[in-house]
């Protein structure tokens, strides 16, 4: 069932998913997923291990594809452009759309400062003039420029481990992409670096459509503004973070926030 349009939000669709489905080779991961992803606004995606949450992020900016035995079907609009159509330039698409992974993977061979401007430099739209300001920008933006202005010319896996992440915030930020798609991107962080990430996603919402996939509820409760609920590869539950957490609507939703399994 497609989400309510009182679900969606004021502010608008970013995304809308129709009877997504997904599969490596013969598995079917995902099972005919209808939502709505409100612009500037977090959303959470939640579910026990297993359960399809990165399949479906991977989905939105075309990164499933990227498997060899990996397909899909149904169809995702952006801002009411089907995403998969032929005409649509995947690497365009993805630096639009771009993604966060669970481990920080800033480019071993490169500093702080080419980092950042490596997927610029990538699309070859890095202009000449003005890469300071950019470099500036996103590292601010990423709440890490006044740890690392200093540094811009040492190598960025020699930072720490929560600042590599940041990193990779800046470098997706650096492109002024519409959405920021974080796949689980704390699991690897000590309590301090989780907090300033989520930190983070708060003041980013308000530039930018932000789509969570999380394992810690506590987590999504803090930083969503809306939680899609996940089992088994199909969407159980889709509404508003304190209702999903307070009052949800399906028995399956209340037992796995209650810990009766996951």
Wanted: hydrophobic share 40%; aromatic share 6%; with cysteine.
């Amino acid at each position: 069932m497609a989400a309510p349009e009182s679900e969606v939000g004021a502010t608008g669709h970013k995304f809308a998913v129709r009877e997504l489905c997904a599969w490596f080779g013969d598995k079917r991961v995902l099972h005919g997923i209808n939502l709505n992803i409100a612009a500037h606004e977090a959303t959470a995606v939640i579910g026990p291990s297993g359960c399809g949450k990165s399949t479906f992020i991977r989905c939105l900016n075309r990164m499933h594809e990227l498997v060899t035995s990996a397909r899909m079907e149904g169809t995702i609009r952006l801002d009411g452009a089907d995403v998969y159509d032929g005409r649509i330039d995947p690497v365009l698409l993805r630096r639009r759309v771009g993604m966060v992974f669970q481990k920080p993977n800033p480019f071993p061979s490169m500093s702080v400062r080419e980092n950042v401007l490596a997927g610029l430099r990538l699309t070859r739209s890095l202009p000449e003039d003005g890469k300071d300001e950019i470099l500036e920008q996103a590292l601010s933006r990423a709440a890490l420029w006044d740890e690392v202005k200093d540094r811009l010319d040492d190598a960025g896996v020699g930072l720490s481990v929560g600042q590599q992440q940041r990193l990779c915030i800046a470098r997706a930020l650096a492109v002024n992409p519409d959405v920021l798609l974080m796949d689980e991107p704390c699991s690897a962080l000590d309590p301090i670096a989780t907090a300033k990430i989520e930190d983070l996603i708060h003041s980013l919402k308000q530039s930018y459509t932000i789509v969570i996939v999380t394992h810690s509820m506590q987590q999504a409760a803090r930083v969503s503004d809306r939680t899609a609920f996940f089992l088994s590869g199909n969407l159980i539950e889709f509404s508003a973070t304190d209702r999903i957490f307070t009052s949800p609507r399906d028995s399956r939703t209340e037992d796995y926030i209650t810990g009766k399994f996951g």
